[in-house]
């Protein structure tokens, strides 16, 4: 960290400033140049409050130089994350897993039927919503332990693996046995109780990025859950809110090269809640595999218009099939493939 001085600043404003540097445990080194002087903070540890120096009279402002995170940065690891799944299935290697399913089980028959085309179309994982976090109270709010328990069963019957959001602490557990990776929604991605709770569990996290979160901010909660110890993390650009209502959502591409630069955990992309429309997930897929994503989530249905949440952007299940068909080109293209269960499950 580096506290700049006005130019205007009297040695007083600068002493003042060592001292609260020193005071908060720390060694500070002037650094005078031509217009200004700078401090330099050795041994900052990440702590220091910036609010308490850059409101201290004469200076102008505090330069971070390190990033607010450690563990998720590409610094702390150069490599990157390799999250291993059961099947030998993994993200964030060269394989690319297509994880597709509804917005929220809606019934053992649905799930079921998703499971099976799904399957048949080449994508690994199964999603389904079992605790829907819905901006109505009124709205459809998922069906819970039984949905879990069909969503497991639908996807262990075809071969596939699971991935469900998980919504509080007390349901943590619930969730855990019944998946393979456990799904953080946008809305709860700075619930720092859930993210301590999820942190201590065994499978490895799908955090996605909250509605209007920034890079950095995606990248601390990260950080909240490798500080718990699971290191197993995936994250997820799902689109963030802009003011242009064409679409639900930005689906935010550039986030993609960008947070692989600054992390070495996986990022992939859900063009599903990042647009909204069905017929902008095939094209935004395809882009997303191009600018380096580990893999793609989005929404399928048998009957969209009668889904019970998200039918608008739920792909028809021939859609599905030409995403799969559309993909593997794209993968290629940037040295990867895509992986279907024919490949490593069965
Ligand atoms: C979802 O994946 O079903 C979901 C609710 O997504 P998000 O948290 O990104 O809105
Ligand atoms: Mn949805």
Not at 75 to 100: F, K, M, Q, Y
Not at 169 to 197: C, K, T, W, Y
Not at 245 to 266: C, E, F, Y
Not at 293 to 311: C, F, I, K, R, Y
């Amino acid at each position: 960290m580096l506290v700049v001085m006005r130019h205007d600043a009297t040695d007083a404003h600068l002493r003042d400033v060592v001292q609260a540097i020193e005071t908060l445990g720390y060694e500070a080194r002037p650094i005078p140049g031509s217009l200004r002087t700078a401090v330099g903070i050795v041994g900052n540890d990440g702590r220091i409050d910036a609010t308490r120096l850059s409101s201290l009279d004469g200076v102008r402002e505090v330069i971070h130089i390190t990033k607010p995170y450690r563990r998720v940065s590409r610094e702390w690891r150069a490599d990157d994350t390799v999250v291993a799944l059961p099947g030998g299935l993994s993200i964030g290697g060269h394989d690319i897993p297509i994880i597709a399913g509804p917005c929220a089980v809606e019934s053992e028959e649905q799930i079921h039927d998703v499971a099976r085309l799904v399957r048949a179309a080449g994508g690994s994982i199964l999603r389904g919503g079992a605790f829907k976090p819905r901006t109505s109270p009124y709205s459809f709010q998922g069906l819970g332990k039984d949905a879990l328990r069909w969503l497991r069963h639908a996807a262990d019957e075809t071969g596939l693996l699971v991935i469900t959001e998980v919504m509080d602490p007390e349901s943590a557990e619930l969730v855990e046995a019944h998946s393979d990776i456990i799904q953080i929604g946008a809305r709860n991605m700075q619930n720092f109780s859930l993210l301590r709770r999820v942190g201590r569990l065994s499978r490895p996290i799908l955090l996605k990025r909250g509605i209007a979160a920034t890079i950095t901010e995606w990248l601390l909660s990260a950080e909240y859950l490798m500080n718990e110890g699971n290191e197993q993390i995936v994250l997820c650009e799902r689109g963030i809110r802009s003011f242009d209502q064409t679409t639900r959502n930005v689906l935010d591409l550039a986030a993609i090269p960008a947070t692989r630069q600054l992390t070495h955990l996986p990022v992939i992309a859900d063009p599903s809640h990042g647009t909204g429309d069905r017929d902008l997930v095939i094209p935004m897929a395809r882009a997303a595999i191009a600018a380096g994503a580990d893999g793609v989530m989005v929404e399928v249905h048998p009957h969209p218009d009668q889904a019970l949440s998200d039918g608008a952007q739920s792909l028809y299940p021939k859609q599905l099939d030409q995403l799969m068909r559309d993909l593997e080109p794209m993968a290629a293209a940037v040295g990867r493939r895509i992986v279907t269960p024919a490949a490593t499950l069965s």
